[in-house]
């Protein structure tokens, strides 16, 4: 299918007269993009043990190939990675053998001089339409493809290809890209460089995506553990010395730390402030200097 979407990018920049461009530049850029992906699910394929590594080279089975080696992960509990792929892969070539008749009807219709190109004016400016007129019998096929088949079979088609395309590649990256496999799931299908991903991650080792989360939750647990111990247990600044034995003895209290119950053997810093008597002359010690 990326054949069709760099044919559609390059239609956008050529005149009906040079329709066959898009075709050619399609052609090349699917060609360089096929040959990196081969390329990655064949290394992946040798590599993991398995087996039918000619698939990788060959149209629609490549797309099934690509669950094959991301089977060790599934988008459903209860649907295996491969069923999903073979699936994606039969809808790939339906939507091609659709695209086919589509652009072979276009050609068709271009052929027999019934399409003009419309200026319908709008609210952002001007667009170009493309419409048929005076089409002869033998082309009403061609005028229903051109009308029809595109917009209202072969769209609603690429769509349900399209989330097959999510959970299959989803299932893909998480083996072999575990830290991207979102980023790099989601530019496969906004953009037709799926195969170039594939070929950055063939020398990954294939991993189950839920082991690697446990892995990686355990790491974040043991550094929480050494960041605790080096900042909490052994920090010379976080250190009481009331309570590491400064003063066992703490001054004015003369009871200690570890024995709080222990009496108070220091005498009172302001007993010497008391008189012998009231000046009347009583006789009673450490009396209150201003008790006159």
Known sequence: MDFFEYATIALQFVNSKTLYVPLIVGALCFLTVFVFQAIGLYTIAAREGLKNKWMAFVPFLNTYYIGVCGQKNRAFASVNTKTLSLAASILEALLVVGHVVYY???????????????????????????????????????????ECLYDYILVWVNLIFLALRVFVLSAFFQSFAARRYFLFTITSILFPI??????????????????????????????????????????????????????????????????????????DPFSGLGNEGNGNGGGKDNSDPFDL
């Open 194 to 267: 799926q195969g170039i991903l594939i070929f950055i991650v063939r020398n990954n080792t294939g991993m189950n995506y839920r082991e690697f989360l446990r892995r990686e939750q355990e790491r974040q647990y043991r550094i929480y553990q050494q960041y605790t111990r080096q900042n909490y247990e052994s920090n010379p600044y976080d250190q009481n010395p009331y309570s590491r034995g400064g003063y066992e003895n703490p001054p004015y209290e003369g009871q200690s730390r570890s024995n709080p119950s222990a009496g108070n053997t220091n005498d």
């Open 104 to 146: 072979v009807a276009v050609f068709k219709l271009f052929d027999a001089g019934c399409v003009f190109e419309a200026v319908q004016e709008g609210y952002y400016g001007s667009t170009t339409e493309l419409q048929l007129v005076g089409v002869p019998v033998e082309l009403a096929w061609a005028a229903w493809c051109f």
